[in-house]
């Protein structure tokens, strides 16, 4: 199987959320450092990057519960969505790489 790999890792939630009408949004500060808030300050911009998930997205970030594996949250998406997730395996892999390059979630 092409991505054996990514089907074994098991994918943890690292950032705030909430769920907003049945979809998830992502919560992160847009900066840690203390320059980078007073910027803000200044600037009169708020230190929070929201990231709105689309319906798949948010399905599978609630599946990220730090005991499920891809493969699982994989059967899950196919049995709920059906055809509309394929390629299932390649979405999955950009989503995660993506969800990770960006610190939302962290893989195990």
């Known amino acids: 199987m092409k991505y054996r790999h990514i ?3 098991v994918p ?13 949004v992502l919560i992160m500060p847009r900066f840690r450092s203390r320059a980078g808030k007073v ?12 990231v709105h998930l689309d319906e798949v997205g948010s399905a599978v970030w609630l599946m990220c519960d730090g005991r ?3 493969r699982d949250i994989a059967e899950e998406l196919h049995r709920r969505f059906g055809e509309r997730v394929e390629p299932l395996y390649g979405r999955l892999a950009n989503f995660f790489m993506t969800m990770e390059r960006q610190r ?5």
């Open 104 to 108: 939302f979630i962290r893989m195990k």
């Open 68 to 70: 499920r594996q891809v």
């Open 39 to 50: 910027l803000l300050r200044i600037l009169k911009k708020d230190n929070v990057v929201r």
């Open 7 to 9: 089907a074994e890792m």
């Open 12 to 24: 943890v939630r690292a950032a705030k959320w909430r769920e907003s009408h049945g979809k998830v």
